[in-house]
Each structure stands twice: as structure tokens, then as C-alpha cells.
């Protein structure tokens, strides 16, 4: 059984950066495509990054693109999640997914394993 373990979510001010990180358990993170998305209150899930399995391909939403980073480490079965210059509409639960395909995916479909998120405010 794989789980998945977001941690790193809290309160910061616009302009701040945090580093959420998502642990695995379970299963090596080596031979999973893995990704991040977030839910703000009253809208649907969306996509935020993804990064292949093996190789450090990535994939972003065009809203994060150039202030957040996607990165794993194999050894740590982690994926973290690098944001800087964050905004108020950033604010939502980030969620963290996994699944056993070569990926990036950005659709949330694509994903088999999920963890159960870890909440970030973004304060003006």
C-alpha cells in the first residue's frame, strides 16, 4: 500500500516562499511519476506541478510557472515543492500524488495515490 504524507503548509505573507514535501511510503518513489495539486475553497482541484519518474522532467501551470519548483529525492522517497513569491491566490490545500506511469501528468485522472494534503495560507 502506498501513502503519501504532505508536510510544510502554513500561514506566510504574499511575497514569502515555503517548501512543502511530500513523503512516500510503501513503495520507492524511483518508479512513480509524481505531482501536486491544490484545492482553494469553493473551487475544483487543480493542477500545479508534475515530475517523471527516473528522469527530472517537470511540468507546470502556467499561474506557477517561474516561482514554483518540483524536485525528488529518490533516496528520501520525497518530492518537494519549492514556491517563492507567493501570492493570496496561492492560498489552498496542496495535495500530493502519485502514480506508477513514466508521467508528468497534469491531469488529477491520472493519478492512483493521494495523499491528504497540507493547508497553505498566503496573507496580503
Known amino acids: 500500500q502506498v501513502q503519501l504524507v504532505e508536510s510544510g503548509g502554513r500561514l506566510v505573507q504574499a511575497g514569502g516562499s515555503l517548501r512543502l514535501s511530500c513523503t512516500v511510503s510503501?513503495?520507492?518513489?524511483?518508479?512513480?511519476?509524481m505531482g501536486w495539486f491544490r484545492q482553494a475553497p469553493g473551487k475544483e482541484r487543480e493542477f500545479v506541478a508534475a515530475?517523471?519518474?527516473?528522469?527530472?522532467?517537470?511540468l507546470y501551470a502556467d499561474s506557477v510557472k517561474g516561482r514554483f519548483t518540483i524536485s525528488r529525492d529518490n533516496a528520501k522517497n520525497t518530492v518537494y515543492l519549492d514556491m517563492i513569491s507567493l501570492k493570496p491566490e496561492d492560498t489552498a490545500i496542496y495535495y500530493c500524488a502519485a502514480v506508477s506511469a513514466p508521467g508528468p501528468y497534469s491531469g488529477a485522472g491520472a493519478y492512483a495515490y493521494w495523499g491528504r494534503g497540507t493547508q497553505v495560507t498566503v496573507s496580503s
Open positions: 510503501g513503495r520507492t518513489i524511483s518508479s512513480y511519476s
Open positions: 515530475i517523471r519518474r527516473n528522469i527530472d522532467g517537470t
